[in-house]
C-alpha cells in the first residue's frame, strides 16, 4: 500500500469512527443524589429554542421533591421589558439505576396523560459538590450548562463546555445567558 493509501484510509477510519461516536448516546453521570439536586440553578448557557425566545436573562430552574415521588419543575426568566415568565412542570425519573435519565413535561396536569410533550433531560455532567451541571437530551438538540451561582470563572465555564464537547454536543451553537 503506497502512503498515499494508507493515509487515506487511515483518514476514513477517523472520519467513520468519530461519525459512530456521535451517533451513540451520550452518557450520562453514574449517580445522581437527587435530594442534593433540588434548589435553584442558573442558566449559563444553552442551545437557543423557540420555548425559551423571551428569555432574555436571569434564566433559573428550581427543583423540588414532590409528594407522589416526581419533582416539580419552575422555570423562570426576565423578558426584555423586565416581566418576569415562568413556566411549571414535572419531571420524572426514567432511569432508577442513574437517576441521571429524567423525562420533563410542562403539560397541564389534566394533559399529562398523553404520550407527547415530555422531554428528555439527561445529566450528562455534574460537579462532585452539585455546584455546576451539564444538561442535554439522547439527540443533542437540546444543551444547559447550569451552576448554583449566576456566574461562574471562565476557566470553570469552559471545563463545562469541554465535557458537553467530549460527548459529541455541537457547542458552537451555545448561547451564553444574559443576567
Not at 493515509?7 to 451513540?24: I, K, R, S, Y
Not at 416581566?83 to 420524572?92: D, K, L, N, P
Request: aromatic fraction near 8%.
Amino acid at each position: 500500500m503506497t502512503r498515499k493509501r494508507l493515509c487515506a484510509a487511515l483518514a476514513a477510519v477517523c472520519v467513520l469512527g468519530a461519525a459512530a461516536a456521535a451517533a451513540a448516546e451520550p452518557s450520562v453521570v453514574a449517580a445522581v443524589d437527587l435530594d442534593r439536586y433540588q434548589g435553584t440553578w442558573h442558566e449559563l448557557a444553552r442551545f437557543p429554542h423557540f420555548f425559551q425566545r423571551e428569555c432574555a436573562g436571569d434564566v433559573t430552574a428550581n427543583y423540588a421533591a414532590a409528594p407522589d415521588g416526581q419533582i416539580e419543575v419552575l422555570n423562570r426568566c426576565r423578558r426584555a421589558d423586565g416581566s418576569m415568565i415562568e413556566a411549571r412542570g414535572r419531571a420524572r425519573v426514567v432511569d432508577p439505576a442513574t437517576r441521571a435519565k429524567l423525562e420533563v413535561s410542562f403539560l397541564p396536569a389534566w394533559l399529562d396523560w398523553l404520550p407527547v410533550g415530555r422531554g428528555d433531560y439527561w445529566i450528562i455532567a455534574l460537579e462532585p459538590d452539585y455546584s455546576a451541571a451539564v444538561v442535554g437530551d439522547p439527540t443533542r438538540q437540546y444543551l444547559w450548562i447550569l451552576a448554583r451561582t449566576p456566574e461562574v470563572d471562565e476557566a470553570r465555564y469552559a471545563a463545562l463546555v469541554r465535557r458537553a464537547a467530549e460527548q459529541g454536543y455541537p457547542v458552537d451553537r451555545l448561547q451564553r445567558s444574559r443576567r
